[in-house]
């Protein structure tokens, strides 16, 4: 069985550019959720989406923003890139929307980004 | 708000030496808890869970980890590590009723030496 899958896993981009990631997620799961992982933060959850809806928010600006298509795949997009969005976003799914998951969560390898 | 510290940043230990990764945690509510590792260049992977029943969650790779409600603590232990268990170890935390994303640690990245 497959896992979760992000593309890119590497990209450098420049201050004001925008990114957007993709994540396939394992076989038959519905609901995917957005990490950021930094040195000085850890891992701080972006959003979940689950068919194809945003269920769950962190507490970041509206600069960071997703969407999840019918077949389960997510993309999440940052514009007006900033330094400090450098970082390794990881992607996750699981079977069911977290509030009825119990914490099993599967990791892609996740995308590091390099904002110059 | 819920928060997750993990006490230690880095461990290192020799090969086959027992270790504990010490967590805490701060909530209003009941809480599920969780450890996920990370080996260099990969994603996240989890170790074990506690969601209720017995306080000793035994895991994948030899782990087990206790959970203490009166002190809030979740403690990763294995009673001897070997080389390939050098990662990052994440302590985690869910509250019982809420959206259900986790609130991670920062992590304590384990080195084990020969």
């Known amino acids: 069985k497959a896992g979760v899958t992000q593309t890119p896993r590497y990209l450098i981009k420049t201050r004001g550019q925008q990114v957007t990631l993709s994540c396939s997620p394992i076989s038959g799961h519905r609901s995917v959720s957005w990490y950021q992982q930094t040195p000085g933060q850890g891992l701080q959850f972006l959003f979940e989406y689950f068919s194809e809806t945003q269920r769950n928010k962190g507490n970041f600006p509206g600069r960071f923003s997703g969407r999840q298509f019918s077949n389960s795949r997510s993309e999440m997009n940052v514009s007006t890139l900033e330094l400090g969005d450098s970082a390794l976003y990881l992607c996750?799914?699981?079977?069911?929307?977290?509030?009825?998951?119990?914490?099993?969560?599967?990791f892609g390898e996740g995308s590091r980004l390099t904002v110059l | 708000a819920q928060s997750v510290t993990q006490l230690d940043s880095q461990v290192p230990v020799f090969e086959e030496a027992p270790v504990e990764l010490r967590c805490n945690y701060s909530?209003?509510?009941?809480?599920?808890l969780f450890w996920y590792v990370q080996y260099p260049n990969q994603g996240l992977q989890l170790l074990l869970k506690?969601?209720?029943?017995?306080?000793l969650v035994k895991g994948i790779n030899g782990f087990e980890a206790e959970f203490n409600k009166s002190q809030t603590s979740f403690h990763l232990r294995k009673p001897s590590v070997h080389i390939s268990d050098t990662a990052e170890y994440f302590c985690a935390v869910s509250e019982k009723g809420s959206q259900g994303n986790l609130i991670f640690g920062k992590g304590t990245k384990l080195s084990v030496k020969p």
């Open positions: 996750a799914s699981s079977l069911n929307t977290l509030f009825l998951n119990t914490g099993e969560l599967f």
């Open positions: 909530s209003s509510v009941s809480v599920y």
């Open positions: 506690y969601l209720s029943g017995s306080t």
